[in-house]
């Protein structure tokens, strides 16, 4: 299976913050990456997919790239509403895995 | 539009089985690619089984316990599970999208709310 490693597992910031998560492949995914936004009781929300195409209705200040093995969500501005977990996950197989998630909270 | 919505989680002792259904509306159900995926509490996302028209793949944390199943006619996805354990307690959600044809590979666009299951004696 393909393992899917993301860092930091928590990042403290302020509210117009630049923010950036990575997420690390164990072999080429090439672009088939997806990037999801979860809160408390609710389902992940589609964020990313393909490493950098937005997702109809997300806003413009979350951003995707990379390919292969070497991910980045950058948030550029950070908003209150955007206080959440973040995940990355592969695609390219059948057997699809999830990073371990990265909890953004309010410093 | 889109909606996904699964049922029958539940409270249930460890060795027994259950049931989960998900009902999709809002596009062509039989044109797609299922899966379920489960969230065990303060915990992250696990990827469980797939379906297309043509096969169905397992995580091996499940392999050979769990069946998924689905009705196109009924626009819905099953996902059978049998000798249920303490550490299948998760949250329970469909997801449309999966798999690689051609030189193309589909991501989970649409998620359910979510079904929850609970393994305890």
């Known amino acids: 299976d393909i393992q899917m490693t993301q860092s930091p597992s928590t990042l403290s910031a302020s509210v117009g913050d630049r923010v950036t998560i990575t997420c690390r492949a164990s072999?080429?995914?090439?672009?088939?990456l997806a990037w999801f936004q979860q809160k408390p009781g609710k389902a992940p929300r589609l964020l990313i997919y393909?490493?950098?195409n937005l997702q109809r209705g997300v806003p413009s200040r979350f951003s995707g790239s990379g390919s292969g093995t070497d991910f980045t969500l950058t948030i550029s501005s950070l908003q209150p509403d955007d206080f959440a977990t973040y995940y990355c996950?592969?695609?390219?197989?059948?057997?699809?895995?999830f990073g371990q998630g990265t909890k953004v909270e309010i410093k | 539009e889109v909606q996904l919505v699964e049922s029958g989680g539940g409270l249930v002792k460890p060795g027994e089985s259950l049931t989960l259904s998900c009902a999709a509306a809002?596009?062509?159900?039989?044109?797609?690619?299922m899966n379920w995926v489960r969230q065990a509490p303060g915990k992250g996302l696990e990827w469980v089984a797939f379906?297309?028209?043509?096969?169905?793949y397992y995580a091996d944390a499940v392999k050979g316990r769990v069946t998924i199943s689905r009705d196109n006619a009924q626009n819905s996805l099953y996902l059978q599970m049998n000798s249920l354990r303490a550490e299948d307690t998760a949250i329970y959600y469909c997801?449309?999208?999966?798999?690689?044809?051609?030189?193309?590979?589909?991501?989970?666009?649409?998620w359910g709310l979510g079904t929850l299951v609970t393994v305890s004696s």
């Open positions: 393909k490493a950098s």
């Open positions: 809002g596009f062509t159900f039989s044109s797609y690619a």
């Open positions: 997801a449309r999208g999966g798999g690689c044809f051609g030189d193309t590979c589909y991501y989970p666009d649409y």
């Open positions: 379906i297309s028209d043509a096969s169905n």
């Open positions: 072999q080429s995914i090439s672009s088939w």
């Open positions: 996950q592969q695609y390219h197989s059948f057997s699809w895995t």
